[in-house]
């Protein structure tokens, strides 16, 4: 499966942002999907998660409270809502598939997408 975020860009703290991660060459329901995040000089990040079919959902502890990850098996997209964001957002969002069901470590998630550059501006 290939996949691809986007979505990100500049925004100021306190406001909001949708990603989009879209999937294709795949049977995309029978992937879990991760959000994970990356800023500079620093290691990658859990965000979130969501099985398979949407039913289940896992957020990371910097995010929890004011995200909410979904996904539209029939677009093949999965979507992360981030709300009151704050310069510690500031980072390139990457989101990952997996077969193996939702997980919150990088190395569990042998699918990646190029990922989309968000910045929060204090």
């Known amino acids: 499966v290939q996949l691809q975020a986007s979505g990100g860009g500049l925004v100021q703290a306190g406001g909001s942002l949708r990603l989009s991660c879209a999937a294709s060459?795949?049977?995309?329901?029978?992937?879990?999907v991760g959000w994970f995040r990356q800023a500079p000089g620093k290691e990658r990040e859990f965000v979130s998660a969501?099985?398979?079919?949407?039913?289940?959902?896992y957020y990371g502890n910097s995010v929890k409270g004011r995200s909410l990850v979904s996904r539209d098996n029939a677009k093949n997209t999965v979507y992360l809502q981030m709300n009151r964001l704050n310069p510690e957002d500031t980072a390139v969002y990457y989101c990952?598939?997996?077969?193996?069901?939702?997980?919150?470590?990088?190395?569990?998630?042998?699918?990646w997408g190029q990922g989309t550059l968000v910045t929060v501006s204090s």
């Open positions: 990952a598939g997996t077969q193996v069901g939702i997980r919150q470590f990088v190395s569990t998630y042998p699918y």
């Open positions: 060459g795949g049977t995309f329901s029978s992937y879990a």
């Open positions: 969501i099985s398979r079919g949407g039913e289940s959902t």
